[in-house]
């Protein structure tokens, strides 16, 4: 492997004849993504594969959401920056079943809550998408397609990995933790349902701030003018087709969970590897949920309206 400093002093370039990617982390500065990965494909030498590092969570660089208030369900997270290795944390589940709040501290949920030293595994979550044919020979072009179609692909990963869970079991998924309540209402008045439900998330001690919700659902709630009355209660809405059509997911996320960030990601450039020899760009981000709280979420299902 020979390696050779940027001229300017900024990151190396490292060219194996191994059959690994090299690797190549030019100096970001204000670039994007994808424009460093842009410079770093326009710069290399030889034909073989090209990995670029990356000191950030790339899902947050998607550039548009500098420009627009949509939120995701990372979004809606408290996160933490850790070290690259499984991190301790203190989970609070409850002892028992829940009991109704009553008007002394002895007397509410969590004072009956267990405690106890729990510890987060961290996971890659990782797209792979085809690079349209030539395009390698326009890093400007090449720069947009990353920036804005493939790291908006690790963000639908990412809402998914956060609801659904990934399948090494690093994370359970929110929909899936046990702990979770649940309730049931009629689609038919969501603005009174998920008024009722945000109060029921209080139930445990905590602030409802956040719901994620389906589009449908979302828009449901922009035409009737709850959308703008949650806000002002501080809620966030987070929508993403991830989220099943007839569930909403109501809670205290910010006390409830960290979203923990190593900053380990890459992009990498897979030569021939896609359909028919078709390059192949990989991005990758590596993450940890830790759940402190999971009787601080509701997941709320619709019903067919009355």
């Not at 450039?269 to 830790?290: C, P, Q």
Request: with cysteine; aromatic share 4%; charged share 15%.
């Amino acid at each position: 492997m020979l390696t050779t400093t940027n001229p300017n002093g900024h990151g190396v370039v490292s060219t194996s004849a191994g059959t690994g990617p090299s690797t190549a982390q030019p100096s970001v500065g204000e670039r994007t993504p994808g424009e460093t990965f842009a410079a770093a494909v326009r710069d290399a030498t030889g034909g073989g594969d090209l990995s670029v590092p990356f000191g950030i969570h790339l899902p947050a660089a998607f550039p548009l959401f500098a420009s627009r208030p949509r939120y995701t369900v990372r979004h809606l997270l408290k996160t933490l920056s850790v070290p690259d290795a499984p991190a301790p944390h203190v989970y609070e589940p409850p002892r028992g079943g829940l009991t109704t709040t009553g008007t002394s501290y002895a007397a509410t949920p969590e004072a009956a809550f267990a405690l106890r030293l729990d510890t987060t595994r961290l996971t890659d979550l990782t797209v792979t998408v085809t690079l349209p044919d030539g395009i390698l020979a326009h890093p400007d072009l090449l720069a947009t397609f990353v920036d804005l179609r493939v790291l908006v692909r690790l963000s639908v990963l990412e809402n998914q990995s956060l609801l659904h869970g990934t399948p090494d079991g690093a994370i359970q998924g929110l929909l899936q933790l046990p702990g979770i309540r649940s309730d049931t209402a009629d689609r038919g008045d969501l603005a009174t349902a998920v008024t009722a439900a945000a109060a029921e998330v209080e139930e445990t001690g905590g602030s409802c701030d956040g719901i994620v919700a389906h589009p449908a659902v979302y828009w449901e709630l922009v035409r009737s003018g709850a959308l703008g009355r949650l806000q002002l209660a501080g809620i966030t809405v987070s929508r993403t087709r991830m989220m099943p059509r007839d569930t909403l997911l109501l809670g205290d996320f910010r006390a409830a969970l960290t979203l923990l960030l190593p900053g380990r990601a890459s992009i990498t450039l897979h030569r021939g590897a896609g359909t028919a020899g078709a390059d192949v760009v990989e991005a990758t981000s590596r993450v940890g949920l830790a759940v402190h709280l999971p009787q601080h979420l509701l997941a709320l299902t619709l019903g067919a309206s009355s």
